[in-house]
């Protein structure tokens, strides 16, 4: 698991490890409920497309109302200021 990208691409994109694995979380969540509303037949591990996401800039995270890499066209977000909600 998430041996590419692995924790020090996704860092930068996000903060230290502890924020990254809560971002890459939660997102994969996200990943996960939108294949069972879709009926999606994906097999990757949501943890590994999550990760790659947020490594590409596919989605942008965002801390305490401020975003850790500013987005250029916002695709999706992943708000970790609140993550004891979800």
Do not use: H, T
Not at 23 to 43: F, N, P, Q, T, W
Request: charged share 40%.
């Amino acid at each position: 698991m998430l041996a590419k990208p692995n924790v020090s691409e996704v860092m930068p994109k996000v903060g230290n490890r502890y924020e990254s694995a809560l971002a890459i979380a939660k997102r994969a969540r996200d990943i996960e409920k939108r294949r069972v509303l879709e009926g999606s037949s994906d097999i990757r591990d949501a943890v590994d497309v999550a990760a790659e996401e947020i490594a590409e800039e596919k989605v942008y995270v965002r801390k305490d109302g401020q975003f850790v890499v500013e987005p250029g066209i916002r695709d999706d977000i992943v708000d970790i200021e609140n993550s004891n909600n979800d």
